[in-house]
């Protein structure tokens, strides 16, 4: 499954069925830079467990304030449209995958 980039008009209908890891980044936004490879390869290795999205907080910022995002990178996890878990800040592979296998 291929990463998708949300806007403030699809970031429903993206994240309101199954595990979707909601990704809020900016492009000027260092680590969400370095967390961008990532996701990359967490897509590569758990696309069939969990869909990833990418939301640029500087076009949609109502989505990002509906959800409360006022650090970058922050990631939300939901499961069927309903937040389970969030994490705030570069994370390492192996715990983004720890954070989606709990959820899975």
Same mark, same amino acid.
């Given at each position: 499954m291929a990463i998708t980039n949300a806007t403030d008009q699809t970031f429903t209908t993206e994240t309101n069925e199954g595990l979707v890891l909601a990704d809020f980044w900016a492009p000027w936004c260092g680590p969400c830079k370095m967390i961008a490879p990532v996701l990359e390869e967490l897509? &590569? /290795?758990? %696309? #069939?467990? !969990?869909?990833?999205?990418? !939301?640029? !907080?500087? #076009?949609?910022? /109502?989505? &990002?304030?509906?959800? %409360? !995002?006022?650090s970058i990178p922050t990631l939300i996890l939901m499961k069927d449209g309903e937040i389970v878990d969030k994490v705030i800040g570069y994370q390492p592979k192996e715990a983004l995958a720890e954070l989606v296998s709990k959820h899975a």
């Open positions: 897509d &590569a /290795e758990l %696309g #069939e467990k !969990v869909k990833i999205v990418k !939301v640029d !907080v500087d #076009e949609n910022q /109502e989505t &990002a304030g509906k959800y %409360g !995002v006022m």
